[in-house]
């Protein structure tokens, strides 16, 4: 629940493993609030292309469409380990990007599974706007790079 004076915090992939109660309300309230302010920023483009505030944060605004799309985010332990499979948004190499993995805690069988669920990561986030490359890391990942459309 938002507690009067603190902020929204979309679920990035590096937080705690386990939601609090009325999570999905709050997800489905931030997104409406995202797209309400795309309609009176954007002029024209509405609510199809990310505000100027996404391009200022685009992990945050990121991991809220995810969230929202109803997309697992991963999970981590109070010792950093991770706990729990699902995407996990970082800033991206260059301002203005993020960047979008799938992740997993060890022999959960994540490098099997990236492909497909990276795809539905970048369908979700391109309805929403945004553009998505698909890219090797290392050790071979795959991870997804997301910028705004130019």
């Not at 590096?14 to 309609?39: F, K, N, S, Y």
């Not at 950093?80 to 260059?94: F, K, M, N, P, W």
């Not at 391109?126 to 890219?135: D, I, N, T």
């Amino acid at each position: 629940m938002v507690v009067p004076g603190q902020s929204f915090e979309p679920a990035t992939g590096d937080g705690p493993g386990t939601p609090g109660a009325g999570r999905a309300a709050e997800v489905r309230t931030a997104h409406e609030g995202l797209l309400q302010i795309r309609r009176l920023v954007n002029g024209p483009a509405g609510a199809s292309v990310p505000a100027p505030w996404e391009v200022r944060q685009p992990s945050r605004a990121v991991a809220l469409v995810l969230e929202a799309a109803g997309i697992p985010p991963s999970a981590l332990d109070e010792e950093g380990r991770r706990t729990r499979t699902g995407y996990r948004v970082s800033a991206g190499a260059e301002p203005g990007r993020a960047e979008v993995a799938w992740l997993g805690p060890p022999g959960a069988g994540v490098a099997e599974e990236e492909a497909a669920r990276l795809a539905d990561c970048a369908a979700a986030l391109e309805r929403a706007g945004w553009v998505c490359l698909l890219y090797r890391g290392p050790r071979r990942r795959r991870f997804l790079e997301v910028e705004p459309p130019r």
